[in-house]
């Protein structure tokens, strides 16, 4: 989808960035190869990026360059094992602002400020939240959202997935699926949001950043 990207100019106009440190951390690796996709559009070639997760890895770079050299950023934001290894506390989760504590209480294991998180975990929580905040689905919505990612992600071997969330005559459904995934969907089906593994670990980065330096 469209929607899923974001143009060289518009990003360059979103963040503040110049033409010059965009590149400058395309080559020390701050931000993958993969991710400047070429396109043609009706003024010739153009440059469009992930959306989400060239946002979030701009913002994860800002945030970290006054404590790391580039090269520094480059090896923490590359290291995904690192991340995945992480444990985390409830209080440290409320303390760091990923996720809010309406969310941590209503769907966190316990309410114990030292409560251990797994990485996974706190994606599931993660993801919940993001919806919620946004307004974008019900507490009960966000209840089946939960039981979903808690149940059916395993299944997915591969580790990464995309979430759909849609609504049809006012049900609403959530299809997990490998990435990527491309599904079409009838008329009456509205796409209310859409959501990737990928997505939702650049965004965690930058907020659990910390852990890895301490």
């Known amino acids: 989808m469209e929607d899923d990207l974001i143009s060289k100019k518009q990003l360059l106009d979103l963040t503040g960035i110049s033409y010059g440190q965009l590149y400058r951390w395309k080559r020390k690796q701050l931000i993958?190869?993969?991710w400047f996709i070429r396109k043609s559009t009706f003024t010739g070639q153009e440059t469009f990026f992930p959306k989400e997760m060239i946002l979030s890895?701009?913002?994860n770079i800002v945030n970290m360059k006054d404590g790391l050299s580039l090269d520094e950023m480059a090896d923490k934001l590359?290291?995904?094992?690192?991340?995945e290894k992480v444990?985390?506390?409830?209080?440290?989760?409320?303390?760091?602002?990923?996720?809010?504590?309406t969310t941590l209480r209503k769907f966190g294991e316990s309410l114990g400020d030292e409560s251990k998180y797994?990485?996974?975990g706190l994606v599931h929580l993660f993801a919940v939240d993001r919806l919620l905040s946004a307004g974008e689905m019900s507490m009960e919505e966000a209840e089946l959202l939960f039981r979903t990612l808690e149940e059916k992600v395993s299944r997915?071997?591969?580790g990464s997935w995309e979430l759909f969330f849609v609504r049809k005559m006012g049900v609403s459904s959530f299809i997990l699926a490998r990435a990527p995934a491309e599904l079409w969907f009838d008329e009456g089906v509205r796409l209310v949001s859409k959501m990737t593994y990928a997505d939702l670990i650049e965004q965690l980065k930058g907020k659990l950043a910390y852990k890895l330096v301490e």
């Open 32 to 34: 993958p190869e993969e």
């Open 57 to 59: 890895r701009i913002h």
């Open 78 to 83: 590359s290291d995904k094992a690192s991340f």
């Open 87 to 101: 444990s985390i506390t409830a209080k440290e989760i409320i303390e760091r602002n990923i996720v809010s504590t």
């Open 118 to 120: 797994t990485f996974e």
């Open 156 to 158: 997915l071997e591969s």
